[in-house]
């Protein structure tokens, strides 16, 4: 097992997959689904941004994604560098950090989890394996109570007139060649064989050609024989998120989600015709904000959070889109805020702690043209420093609107609990019951900043 850390430690790779791997990558990056994850540049570029490779050492060093990867019965973990330290990491530390990243992920607005978290077995060393163990529990005990069928457009040659005529065909087919007594009709049909069921499908075989865990896989074996009579058909991620349900299907609503989330982050395919391998892949900077942006929509009362607010530009030419991560209404007044998934510090000798100068930029330009004096920057902690809850505090004169001050205030959060140990997460029967204390603390944090 090989564990790198965004933009932190390197490790050596066999000589003899080395090229292999960066193939394989390239592969990937070249088949993923172009979305919102990836900046324009990046939604442009061929070369994958996964992970950097140095031919001359044959050492890999991880970038700004989280993850894991399956090649030649390597496992590659990327993990989030707000985890790193100057000790190696063991299977322990995996284990815990995998954990704060389902937390995260509980949050994330692109995924709602079950209910229940109980069951997981902390001896699951790959997050990805507890993201296929709550997708397959879910989706098998849902499926084995009901599956969900719905009236979809079908054609076919019948006795009898049902729903209205194709008479095109009727005439080419029966009638020119003396079967008049056949009539091909087109007709609404309550089928068990639609696109929810299909992409449901999909899901589970790439996932249990990808899984390693024996609970996982026969869960999803289980989902398949239920869905034995409905089409293999290859579903894409923007058909997933195009599905509805009315409120009598609403728990079907989880099983899109999922299904969304491993379609959009997840490339299975076989290499070189005999060798299967896989890549689950996210965006931390992603991962960050939306972790924010639900943590506050759900646990903070009175505050009203719009993210990604579209429609503002720099310019008059609205060329240039202004997109702050976030705007909370206070009702008595609006704040940006910005995620910012950077290492701050504590340097006396640094004024500018950490903070660059684009990013102060960026929150000048939000707060002229949305006219909001008010701008909060949200930091990580991490493992390797003390956390530090008010990390500086700016504020600037704008002489073209009478000298209106705008301040901007940077903030430390405590997303990482350092208490976490396996054998906390052995403790508790629900995983996300560990993190109760870190919530709690966050939820107080963020009451704090908001009333300051």
């Known amino acids: 097992m090989i564990n790198l850390f965004e933009y932190k430690n390197k490790v050596t790779f066999p000589e003899e997959h080395f090229e292999s791997l960066e193939v394989f990558l390239d592969d990937i990056w070249n088949k993923r689904e172009k979305s919102a994850y990836y900046t324009e540049e990046e939604n442009r570029e061929e070369v994958q941004r996964f992970v950097q490779f140095f031919h001359k050492t044959n050492e890999l060093k991880s970038n700004k994604f989280v993850g894991v990867i399956h090649f030649q019965e390597q496992t590659i973990n990327l993990l989030p560098k707000i985890f790193h330290s100057n000790e190696i990491a063991t299977e322990d530390d995996v284990k815990v950090i995998n954990a704060h990243v389902l937390w995260w992920l509980s949050y994330c607005?692109?995924?709602?989890?079950?209910?229940?978290?109980?069951g997981i077995n902390s001896e699951k060393a790959d997050f990805f394996e507890i993201l296929i163990y709550l997708f397959s529990k879910y989706t098998k005990e849902l499926l084995g109570s009901s599956i969900y069928q719905k009236y979809v457009e079908v054609e076919n040659e019948l006795n009898f007139v049902k729903g209205r005529i194709n008479f095109n065909t009727y005439i080419k087919e029966n009638l020119a060649k003396g079967r008049n007594h056949k009539v091909n009709c087109i007709y609404d049909s309550f089928e068990m064989d639609n696109e929810f069921n299909q992409c449901i499908k999909y899901v589970a075989k790439m996932l249990l050609s990808a899984s390693n865990d024996y609970q996982n896989k026969r869960n999803l074996s289980d989902i398949l024989f239920l869905l034995d009579e409905v089409s293999d058909v290859q579903i894409l991620s923007e058909q997933c998120k195009r599905i509805q349900f009315n409120p009598m299907f609403s728990s079907f609503e989880t099983v899109r989600d999922y299904c969304d989330l491993f379609l959009e982050n997840s490339?299975?395919?076989?290499?070189?015709?005999?060798?299967?391998?896989f890549a689950f892949l996210l965006p931390m900077e992603y991962v960050f904000e939306d972790f924010i942006y639900g943590f506050i929509d759900k646990e903070i009362e009175?505050?009203?959070p719009k993210g990604q607010a579209t429609g503002t530009y720099l310019d008059e030419a609205e060329k240039f889109g202004l997109k702050p991560d976030l705007i909370l209404d206070l009702g008595i007044k609006k704040i940006i805020a910005d995620t910012k998934y950077k290492l701050v510090y504590s340097d006396d000798s640094d004024p500018k702690k950490g903070i660059s100068q684009s990013d102060l930029y960026q929150m000048l330009a939000y707060a002229v043209r949305f006219g909001i004096q008010e701008i909060k920057l949200f930091y990580p902690n991490s493992v390797a420093t003390e956390l530090q809850p008010n990390v500086a505090t700016i504020e600037i004169k704008d002489v073209l609107s009478d000298e209106k001050r705008i301040k901007i205030t940077a903030h430390q959060l405590p997303i990482v609990d350092k208490s976490i140990t396996v054998a906390t997460l052995k403790e508790h029967d629900k995983l996300l019951d560990c993190f109760e204390g870190v919530r709690k603390v966050l939820k107080i944090r963020f009451i704090e900043i908001f009333t300051l």
């Open 267 to 277: 490339i299975s395919f076989n290499y070189k015709s005999d060798l299967k391998l």
């Open 109 to 118: 607005r692109k995924l709602k989890f079950p209910n229940y978290l109980s």
């Open 302 to 304: 009175g505050i009203n």
